[in-house]
């Protein structure tokens, strides 16, 4: 059964600084394209920032440049650093996973099969 865990939210103010951990069991996530998304209240669940089986990565226009997904295959942990942050990312954190292989350029809420609970992130002013 696959299961997907996030952490590390909380509430930061403006310019700081956090980093989300989502930890798999059932899947290992070198062989999955996998993803991070947010969901603000009263907004569309939307595409943050995605890694291919080969480490290559793409973000959305919102966030490139100040947050980083990575992956560490001997914990089977992904991560999203977020950097810089700034009210408007405020929002529930989703980390996904999908052993389809679509294009980087594919962010939609579709395209995974497996999510995690959501961890919230809060940026005050």
């Known amino acids: 059964q696959v299961q997907l865990v996030e952490s590390g939210g909380g509430s930061v103010q403006s310019g700081g600084s956090l980093r989300l951990p989502c930890a798999a069991s059932?899947?290992?996530?070198?062989?999955?394209?996998c993803g991070w998304f947010r969901q603000a209240p009263g907004k569309e669940r939307e595409g943050v920032a995605v890694i291919n089986t080969i480490g290559s990565t793409n973000y959305a226009d919102s966030v490139k440049g100040r947050f980083t997904i990575s992956r560490d295959n001997a914990k089977n942990t992904l991560y999203l650093q977020m950097n810089s942050l700034k009210p408007e990312d405020t929002a529930m954190y989703y980390c996904a996973a999908d052993n389809r292989l679509y294009g980087l350029q594919r962010m939609r809420r579709d395209d995974f099969a497996y999510w995690g609970q959501g961890t919230q992130v809060t940026v005050s002013s």
């Open positions: 059932g899947l290992t996530y070198y062989r999955y394209r």
